[in-house]
Structures are given as structure tokens and as C-alpha cells.
């Protein structure tokens, strides 16, 4: 059974919902859980710098006793990483980017058994399909977990400096209950917030 944990993104504006997310992912992984970070939807380049900050705000948020080891992701290596480790952790970005390095491996069957989390795109990736607030429209996901989800739901820091002005989130949520599969549920989750699904 994979356990998957879809975040919202934004858990940097909210340290306590964060603390349960870090926390809920390295769950029954022992004292010394080895994660592996996926930085595949940001610029290559900017890869290490993230890897080192994120980790630093990983061990931040982790519970007393627990002491996680990470490994930065890389497409070359991706399928013996996922083996070595004992979750992995999808971090937001580019929609499109991290669905073309994601989608050349076959999935979920390289990381059955594993835990896997996701935030923002990394989330929208793992879905049958969602609303994108980058693009403001519904696309298609790899169609991993048979959900339809929205990022960043409600927030009005998303889209402070978009030219495009505030999200319309009522419309969105509209949007995507028509989109692909009526019957397939909403995850609209506000920022911070996760949801886990274990298929």
C-alpha cells in the first residue's frame, strides 16, 4: 500500500500546519527516515540551493527523536533513489515541467509501498486532473489517485502580483466539477492543509 500525502503548497506562511505535514510524512518511518527531495518542476539550476533550504526547514519542523536523511533527486538516477529511500517528497513549481520529468517513469509502480508527498504542482501531477492557478484552467494529470484538486484554494497571497488580479476560486471549483470525470471527488484544499489517501 502507497501512502500518499497532497498539500496545498504554501506551508511556509503557515508553520504549524507545516509541522504536521513533515511530521505526518516521516510517520512509522523509524528514528532515521531517508527522504528523497524531487525539485523536478524548478529550474535545474536552481536545485542544490532548494535542497539545502528546504532540508534545513524539514528538520526545523520534526519532532524530537526523529533525525531524517535526505537525497536530492535526479531523472538519471530516479528509480534506484526511489528503492534507497523510504518517502519521497514532490515539491511544487512548474506544472508542465514536473509532469514531463515524472512522466517518463513508470508510475505508481517504481514507488508502490512508499510514502509520497506532494505539494502544489507536485500535487496536480499525481491527480487524474486539477486547476491550475499558474494557467487559471483546468489540465490533465498523470492520473495517479482518481481525484480531481485545487492548490492554494482561497488564498489571496497566490495572486497578489498577478497583472490578472485576484483568483476567482468559486468559478475554479465550478470549473473542475465539469472538467474530465464529474463523478471523480474535489480535494480544494487551502493553504498548508493535506490530505492522505493510501492506494
Known sequence: MTKYILNSGGTSSHPEKAF???NEIVK???KNPRILFCFF???REDWEEKFEKYKK???EKMQDGINPEFELAFPDKFINQVKENNAIVIFGGDDTLVQYWLG???LPKIWENKVVASNSAGSNALVESSWTCDWRKCIDGLGILPIKFIPHYKSTKYSKKDPRGPIDWNNALKELE???D???PIHALEEGDFTVIEN
Open 28 to 30: 512509522d518511518l523509524g
Open 57 to 59: 526547514g524539514f528538520n
Open 41 to 43: 518542476a524548478q529550474k
Open 182 to 184: 464529474k463523478s471523480s
Open 178 to 180: 465539469e472538467y474530465g
Open 20 to 22: 504536521k505535514f513533515f
Open 104 to 106: 517518463k517513469f513508470d
